[in-house]
């Protein structure tokens, strides 16, 4: 799996006429500064609104990467379901925000500050409400434990120079946020923790807690063919133990919601699943690109921030998925419309949502 570091380089440079002792000096300083770097990492605190700013650029390159599906209605539903989880999660307060991304890459992405995605791919392949709530809750539960940031202060991915300024630590932070959401760079703990959490939310509301587990088991069967893990699956530990542990989680905490919610489900999704094999493809990222000066967004004041590359759009499909080195899922074709599909909804609304969610 690729990764991006950004670190903090110190260059030695040493001349004859300057004593050992000086140099020695010299080498002290800059390493202090490099430790300063990191410890400040480590202890930054993040604000709930610059969290917020954070996600919300986040959303943005992952709607430039792969569209929006342009349906009000299946927004809507999502955002029914993803709220009535939300409203009962540790953190009911965010300003929870649902998006559908437009391809056929099954995927989900939690980024920082409530938004959390799902691609019509995904929303093929899942057969009832549960499973949809099942899902939404494991990446609502990535955003309430603060996966992201956590992971990126503890993997030390980023290393602050000791003068670094508060935006260029955010901008710093945003960038390597970015790539980990759309890899999925989440470790076994963190995804344990999220499965958990995610069907304790959905069995609270009255779904069957098992809707995960049906639908990584169809997952499985889809991508069996991969010689690597792709999309939402990229770095989810091996499904055997993760289905024996949300079991005994289901045991143990006795949740025996039982309802599906299918025919509803049915109705407001109608999208098809499409075999892995046939999901188009954007090549790689041209060489050189991922140092090119980025275009500015039209957010907020983090939108100036550092490109990943940029991608070449094929409607190439997978002759022998994972055979050509690509992630099928991350890297599948996106849909033209970029546009936010902005929907509200009222406690009334999520009221009466709720009366449908029976056994």
């Not at 570091?5 to 000096?25: I, K, R, Y």
Request: charged share 20%; no cysteine.
């Amino acid at each position: 799996m690729r990764r991006s570091f950004v670190v903090m380089t110190v260059v030695l440079s040493v001349a004859v006429a300057v004593p050992a002792w000086a140099q020695l000096g010299r080498i002290g300083s800059a390493l202090d500064k490099g430790k300063k770097g990191l410890d400040a990492v480590q202890d930054l605190v993040i604000t709930d609104a610059e969290e917020q700013e954070m996600g919300a650029d986040i959303s943005a390159k992952l709607r430039e990467k792969y569209g929006v599906v342009q349906d009000r209605n299946v927004h809507k539903y999502v955002t029914l379901v993803g709220t009535t989880l939300a409203q009962s999660s540790t953190r009911p307060n965010l300003r929870w925000t649902f998006v559908v991304l437009d391809t056929d890459g099954v995927n989900a992405f939690a980024a920082p500050g409530g938004y959390v995605h799902i691609t019509r791919g995904a929303l093929a392949l899942i057969q009832n409400e549960a499973e949809l709530a099942d899902v939404l809750g494991h990446e609502i539960a990535h955003v309430t434990a603060k996966h992201t940031i956590n992971a990126i202060k503890k993997g030390k991915y980023v290393s602050l120079g000791a003068q670094a300024t508060r935006r260029e630590q955010l901008q710093q932070f945003a960038n390597i946020a970015y790539e980990s959401v759309l890899e999925n760079k989440f470790d076994r703990g963190d995804e344990t923790d999220s499965d958990k959490t995610g069907i304790t939310l959905a069995s609270r509301a009255g779904y069957a807690p098992q809707g995960l587990a049906a639908f990584l088991n169809k997952l499985a069967e889809r991508n069996k063919g991969l010689t690597e893990p792709s999309g939402v699956f990229a770095s989810h530990p091996e499904t055997r133990a993760r289905l024996d542990a949300m079991n005994r989680v289901i045991s143990s905490q006795k949740l025996t919601s039982t309802a599906l919610v299918a025919p509803r489900y049915a109705v407001s999704i109608t999208y098809k699943p499409v075999p892995v094999t046939q999901v188009a493809q954007v090549a790689p990222p041209t060489p050189g690109a991922a140092t090119a000066k980025p275009e500015e967004s039209k957010g907020g004041s983090m939108s100036r921030l550092t490109g990943l590359g940029r991608e070449r759009s094929s409607s190439s499909t997978v002759a022998s998925a994972g055979s050509r080195g690509v992630n099928p899922d991350r890297d599948a074709k996106g849909g033209p419309n970029k546009a936010a599909v902005v929907v509200t909804v009222t406690a009334a609304e999520i009221a009466e949502f709720k009366k449908g969610i029976t056994g």
